[in-house]
């Protein structure tokens, strides 16, 4: 079976600081992990994704996140925030079914 | 390119009503799910589908049904509406639910009063 747990439902930084969204997963079989991104009133969109390539994943509009297996984590990265990266974002875990598993979100908040 | 479209983006209906919420791709994706979103909750599958004619039951299947009759349209229905179900429904759809992701429609936001 598989989970996947983000701690923190809000985040708050400041425009220009280091963005780190937690996510961990827990699976009996070698994941697959997804992190998606909702703007307001939106779908999900893919950020990035880890199948089981490189352990670290580059993704759109900067973002980026690492496969550690020791850890159990999946945790999606940004150097320098942005007004424009405010949003909700969902860690996922797929685990050799048809189904995605996805976290509860992290809302981001970027003030000025 | 339109990808997966839903239809109604907002309803308003009444307990005890009956609705379907429409949702097609045009990306010959054979994998098709319908999850709602409620705050603070995440997603939570309803139904899925893994090709035209099969659909099996998700996390929290009560009080809806679905049908896949042809590889484009998925539509999810609600028989007896609650207030239970107030929610936002995302359609979404996958070539292969392992490794690729899955696309969202934009959605429908239900409120059964």
């Known amino acids: 079976a598989q989970s996947v747990t983000q701690l923190g439902s809000h985040v708050s930084v400041s425009e220009g600081a280091l963005v780190l969204l937690r996510c961990n997963y827990s699976s009996s079989v070698p994941p697959y992990l997804f992190w998606y991104v909702q703007y307001p009133n939106q779908g999900l969109q893919l950020l990035l994704k880890?199948?089981?390539?490189?352990?670290l994943v580059k993704g759109i509009n900067g973002f980026e996140a690492e496969f550690k297996k020791s850890e159990t984590s999946f945790h999606l990265t940004k150097p320098s925030a942005h007004m424009s990266d405010a949003a909700e974002y969902f860690c996922?875990?797929?685990?050799?079914?048809?189904?995605?598993?996805f976290g509860t979100g992290t809302r981001l908040q970027v003030f000025p | 390119n339109a990808g997966v479209t839903q239809t109604p983006k907002f309803r308003i209906l009444k307990i005890g009503q009956s609705m379907t919420l429409q949702c097609t791709q045009d990306m010959n994706h054979n994998y098709m799910y319908w999850y709602r979103q409620d705050p603070g909750m995440g997603l939570k599958l309803i139904y899925y589908?893994?090709?035209?004619?099969?659909?099996d039951k998700g996390e929290v299947p009560n009080g809806y049904n679905v049908s896949r009759s042809t590889t484009e349209d998925f539509p999810l229905r609600l028989e007896l509406a609650a207030p239970s179900q107030t929610s936002v429904y995302f359609c979404?759809?996958?070539?292969?639910?392992?490794?690729?992701?899955?696309?969202f429609g934009d959605g429908t936001r239900l409120s059964i009063l």
């Open positions: 979404a759809s996958s070539p292969d639910p392992l490794r690729q992701p899955q696309h």
């Open positions: 589908s893994v090709g035209a004619g099969i659909t």
């Open positions: 880890y199948t089981s390539a490189a352990t």
């Open positions: 996922a875990v797929s685990g050799h079914t048809d189904k995605l598993i």
